[in-house]
């Protein structure tokens, strides 16, 4: 069947190339005169092109003549920039402004299948003033455990910050700007945060920490805690003035009063909800617009987690602080209150859901502790938090 078909164009095709059979003598005559008629017409051309060259020679020989291409051989680069230098940028501080920023972290894969193998990161990112003071007790908790975190600091720009070279936070301050305490500032640094940790595509969870703050056991309990698992967040409703009150009327009807929840500024959360943070561009400008000074990083996260009903959030979060004295400020604690009897109730002094489970793992970090609190946690690590 297949070879009747193409046998059938084939003499069509030929026939166009072959030259039809003529006896006719006219049809001869005529071809002779053509080639005369060709032949003649070249003649006159080639003299005139020789008479023309010999006028200018130089100008015509070089309009005229082809001249050979000049070729050269592709450099090969010795340093390409694979996939892997994409996927996981190594210097961070890039040139990039906020907007050109989010844009740029708002990008996502289509493709599920990871074209090489990786491990899930830990972004562990630091909200601070200035220095993080306990910074080498978290060198001992990051001891032995490279590929598995990363780590962006958020610092005032007004302070040089200082880390030896070879220090896990050394190098890994981002472009940052003034953050001011309830002000929108604030939530403005934390979406900054987590667009820099995004542009680092193994980076899956996303963790809010600040100078004062301290891990309460080994890495290896935490990741394993955290990857794979719900996303740790508050959202709840408080009447009075820490909470509702705090609502402002002009926000509707994008942000609706019933919309607004509160819960901590410590978040932990993964990649798809920091996407979804880093790219509303529906609801944090209300915030930007009226809630210039109503404690956006308490509100703002909460109410987008019940705006948007975000499935998988355990509602708690990670981060121990004493709420107990009245005020705005949760208490600090000195050296002299750090004992192991002291830390063994943060890591186990509370009972929560895990997995669907009871635990007494509720808590792995704590704040708000003082920088004179260094010693006694460098030598309490080992013996109560399982690291150091
Ligand atoms: C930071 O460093 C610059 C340049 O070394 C210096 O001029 C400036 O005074 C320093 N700022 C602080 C707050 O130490
Ligand atoms: C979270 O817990 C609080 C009580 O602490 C509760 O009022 C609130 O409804 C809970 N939120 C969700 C989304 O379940
Ligand atoms: C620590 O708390 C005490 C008492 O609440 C307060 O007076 C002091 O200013 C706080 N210190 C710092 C450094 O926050
Ligand atoms: C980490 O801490 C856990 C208890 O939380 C302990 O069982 C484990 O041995 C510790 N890991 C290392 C490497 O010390």
């Known amino acids: 069947m297949k070879s009747s078909r193409s046998s059938s164009y ?34 006159i051309i080639k003299g005139f092109y020789i008479k023309s060259s010999s006028i200018s020679h130089s100008s015509s020989s070089s309009l005229h003549l082809p001249r050979q291409p000049v070729k050269k051989i ?41 074209p090489y193998q990786w491990f899930p990161k830990i972004a562990f990112l630091y909200l601070t003033k200035g220095d993080i003071p306990f910074a080498p007790l978290w060198e001992k908790f990051f001891e032995g455990h490279g590929g598995l975190y990363s780590i962006y600091v958020h610092a005032d720009p007004q302070f040089n910050l200082s880390f030896p070279v070879g220090s896990v936070f050394y190098g ?24 820099n940790a995004l542009l680092d595509f193994t980076n899956e969870r996303f963790i809010l920490l600040s100078e004062s703050h301290i891990p309460l056991f080994n890495f290896t309990t935490i990741y394993s805690y955290l990857v794979g698992h719900t996303i740790y967040m508050e959202s709840y409703d408080l009447p009075g003035t820490g909470g509702r009150a705090r609502y402002r009327n002009k926000m509707g009807p994008v942000i609706r009063p019933e919309h607004w929840r509160k819960g901590s500024q410590w978040f932990e959360m993964d990649r798809k909800l920091a996407l979804e943070v880093i790219s509303d561009e529906t609801y944090y400008p209300e915030f930007k617009k009226h809630c210039k000074m109503c404690v956006a990083d308490e509100h703002y996260l909460p109410t987008l987690l019940n705006i948007k009903r975000w499935p998988h959030v355990a509602n708690r979060t990670l981060t121990w602080i004493d709420w107990s004295q009245k005020g705005y400020h949760p208490a600090n604690f000195s050296s002299e209150d750090i004992t192991i009897e002291f830390l063994k109730k943060l890591r186990y002094g509370r009972s929560c859901n895990y997995n669907g489970m009871k635990t007494r793992v509720c808590f792995l970090f704590a704040r708000k502790f003082l920088p004179n609190c260094l010693d006694r946690f460098l030598e309490l690590a080992p013996k109560v938090m399982g690291f150091g």
Request: charged share 25%; glycine share 6%; proline share 7%.
């Open 74 to 114: 592709e450099p090969v680069p010795k340093v390409r920039v694979g996939l892997k230098g994409y996927m996981e940028p190594t210097n961070i501080m890039h040139g990039m402004n906020d907007e050109e920023l989010f844009w740029k972290a708002s990008m996502v894969p289509r493709i599920k299948r990871h």
């Open 10 to 43: 084939r003499p069509k095709l030929s026939s166009l190339f072959q030259p039809q059979p003529s006896n006719s003598l006219a049809v001869k005559l005529l071809f002779a005169f053509f080639f005369l008629a060709i032949g003649f017409a070249l003649g």
């Open 172 to 195: 890994r301050r981002i472009r940052s700007k003034k953050a001011i305490w309830g002000r929108v500032s604030m939530m403005d640094a934390e979406r900054r945060l987590l667009a």
